[in-house]
């Protein structure tokens, strides 16, 4: 069947520089002597450490578990022991550093005893749910939202369209791409336990027409069932969720929302196939397919690779040279970002390694005003308008910005890519993005202290109005009449309430 296919507004046309790295079959990583896994791999809450340094563990064994709703737990990776906790550099635009759990690996690569559950379908979405939450899996695509969340629609809400996105539209990387081809029943059998899990009326499983081989290996693999495989245009960002939606259904995601919203749910390819493993073998995420590539790599490949493992470890084994190093991206080069050194772990939204040369950059160029041409406004795939963004955001009119919708932006950079003036426009979204949380922030803790003031105010006049009460109460009790005559304690303090009372007056009298 064919399905008719809508357009997104704007997007570019890239260098797909695609083939230096599916040459090869993917082989897994070797197994590095010490692993680093962030508590913090994925949106949300931190996880929490349940192990402590010197602790042995098993490979699969939960080493931090979920803390708060919006959170996942992590996993050993590997069999070793547990030879430090604290802050190490992370992967993350910042460059600070962030806790995490230290494994020195001890070569036997020793599995924890997992739990299978048998027939998902006998399962309902609920505990669906809960075990791939305990396997730590969040969206590999890229945003690391944690999996669990997005299989329940809520009250009330029904799915009719689950799309699974195989679009790998950024240049360089094609860890999804190897996936479809060497994968594609797990993947099928993944979408098969999320349909299950939402009652999805359809599904899609959507790929660019670049990719011939993984569009063949996917048909072959729902062969019989009514899943749709589609193929769609080969244009940047298509493989952004608000734009694939476009593509598939014509509806529009309405700004501020979700798809969920209009009724579609959408996962990443590599997020089924580990759901299909978590559900089928009980295996949580500790590993997944990423890319290795760039000028500067020997042998640009795709690695399994399991999480924690250090970059310089993947850099080693496909070939690099430092010495001709221009820039090491962790992504690809529309919305991947610099990598503070080559120490940091990878995480499981680690898709791509990119490492570059400087013939593979683009050659930086002056940065000019802007000439309000609009191209920009063309390109731009959320119907934005960029240039009057940028005007805003470098007039730090952070109120204007939001007017103008700034956080529907999803930062592909194609209106930086086609301005003719060089100007880094996302980089002035980020800034005013950046500076609106942390107004917000502030403004949070404003309130939080002024409802503490106000608070601390009210207990102090309750406690107030209490005492006097009681004083009153006392009073009366004092000074009414013993009950019983035998109480001679009550009538001695009243005797000598009565004496001082007369002592005082005839003092006043005397003078």
């Not at 939450?133 to 009250?155: C, D, Q, T």
């Not at 204007?400 to 950079?413: A, M, S, T």
Request: with cysteine.
């Amino acid at each position: 069947m064919i399905r008719r296919l809508w357009k997104f507004n704007g997007g570019v046309h890239l260098p797909a520089h695609k083939e230096e790295s599916t040459h090869h079959p993917v082989q897994r990583a070797p197994l590095p002597k010490r692993l680093i896994l962030p508590l913090h791999q994925h949106i949300g809450e931190s996880a929490e450490a349940v192990v402590k340094v010197g602790d042995q563990v098993l490979k699969g064994q939960m080493i931090a578990h979920a803390k708060g709703f919006v959170s996942a737990p992590v996993h050993a990776p590997s069999s070793g022991v547990v030879v430090e906790i604290g802050d190490f550099p992370v992967p993350h635009p910042s460059g600070l550093s962030a806790p995490c759990i230290v494994i020195e690996t001890d070569g036997a690569d020793q599995w924890t005893p997992l739990q299978t559950h048998g027939d998902y379908t006998q399962l309902d979405p609920s505990a669906l749910r809960n075990i791939i939450r305990e396997a730590g899996i969040v969206g590999l695509g890229g945003a690391g939202f944690p999996s669990f969340i997005k299989l329940n629609p809520g009250p009330g809400k029904v799915v009719n369209t689950l799309i699974l996105n195989g679009v790998e539209c950024e240049p360089y990387i094609t860890c999804d791409d190897m996936l479809m081809r060497e994968r594609a029943p797990d993947i099928i059998a993944g979408v098969g336990i999320i349909r299950h899990a939402l009652h999805a009326r359809e599904c899609i499983v959507a790929l660019e027409d670049n990719k011939p081989d993984a569009y063949a290996a996917m048909c072959a693999a729902a062969a019989g069932t009514d899943i749709q495989v589609v193929q769609v245009p080969t244009i940047y960002p298509a493989g952004g969720e608000k734009q694939l939606v476009k593509v598939l259904t014509g509806m529009e995601v309405p700004g501020n929302g979700l798809p969920i919203h209009i009724g579609v749910v959408c996962h990443n390819v590599g997020t089924a196939a580990a759901v299909y493993r978590a559900v089928e073998y009980g295996e949580p995420l500790i590993s997944r397919y990423m890319t290795i590539t760039g000028g500067n790599i020997a042998q640009p490949r795709n690695l399994e690779v399991l999480i924690g493992t250090p970059v310089k470890d993947l850099l080693d084994e496909c070939g690099w040279n430092p010495g001709t190093l221009e820039r090491l991206l962790m992504g690809g080069p529309m919305m991947g970002f610099a990598l503070p050194s080559d120490s940091v772990p990878v995480i499981k939204t680690t898709n791509c390694i990119l490492a570059m040369t400087a013939s593979d950059s683009l050659p930086q160029r002056p940065v000019m005003p802007c000439i309000r041409c609009g191209a920009c406004a063309d390109a731009c795939p959320v119907n934005l308008l960029p240039q009057q963004l940028y005007w805003h955001a470098h007039a730090k009119d952070l109120d204007k910005v939001q007017e103008y919708n700034l956080f529907d932006c999803i930062e592909c950079g194609c209106c930086s890519y086609v301005c003719p003036s060089n100007i880094p426009l996302v980089h002035y979204y980020r800034y005013a993005k950046t500076e609106i949380w942390a107004k917000e922030r502030e403004k949070q803790k404003a309130e939080a202290a002024r409802l503490r003031y106000e608070f601390r105010l009210q207990r102090i006049e309750r406690e107030k109005t209490e005492r006097a009460a009681k004083h009153t109460q006392k009073k009366e009790e004092l000074t009414a009449a013993p009950a019983d005559p035998s109480d001679t304690k009550k009538a001695a303090i009243v005797a000598a309430m009565e004496r001082a009372q007369a002592k005082r007056e005839e003092i006043k009298g005397g003078e």
